[in-house]
């Protein structure tokens, strides 16, 4: 059994580079299915408007991107508020970043590493959704750091809160209703390697960046912002 007094340091299965194509995109299907229910998407669009504002067009860029559905989900918000958008998502998975090119068609994809990717011109937003629990504490610093510097207006981030209740809680709803061996053994382990407030707020302390927000949100997330001084 695992225990959750600190994060987990095991690797996702999603993590290997051996996984076929067609087991990882039914493992996309269902965590879209997983985050429209359980309300990740709705705390993605909370953190995209907070740094939006009152703005009518914006450019936003997602890293570890997935199958594309949380920009569907901002896509699908703007298209609604008639917001113009440019749309970008950054994946190191190649049969993740096929399988996302097919079904969000707006979206500009590259399969690369974010840290090696050369941006032409920085976009306004920068987020990322269930990505920072793949990386060690130290790792995250630097992804913070990087978020700040490539984004013109500010960044947010959708992640888990460890917590017994959400790791039994899911460990079940997957045992009951996933067709995925990857759900069933990353989604768990994904709220294992997910963080505490106060081990992000150590996190923060180490960034220098004084402007950062966190707020938990059902189910078992938080939600983090920053905006830049001149944006404030």
Known sequence: MLGLSKRSDLKELLDQNNIPAEDV?????????????????????????EIL????????????????????????YCLHQGITGTWYGIDMNFDIVEFAKQQ???VTFTCANYRDVVLSEKPDIIFSSLFCHHFRNEELVEQLLWMKQHAKLGFFINDLHRHSLAFYSIK??????????LVKHDAPL???RGFKKQEWQHIFAQTSMKTLTIKWKWAFRHLIVFKHEHDR
């Open 53 to 76: 504002g009152s703005r009518k067009s914006i450019s936003v860029l997602e890293i570890g991107s997935g199958g594309g559905d949380n920009l569907r989900a901002l896509y699908t």
């Open 104 to 106: 969000q068609p707006f």
């Open 172 to 181: 079940i709803l997957t045992r009951l209703f996933s067709k995925s061996y």
């Open 25 to 49: 995109i039914l493992n996309m299907k269902e965590l879209n299915t997983i985050n429209t229910y359980l309300g990740g998407h709705s705390i993605t669009l909370q953190g995209f408007k």
């Open 190 to 192: 994904s709220v294992a």
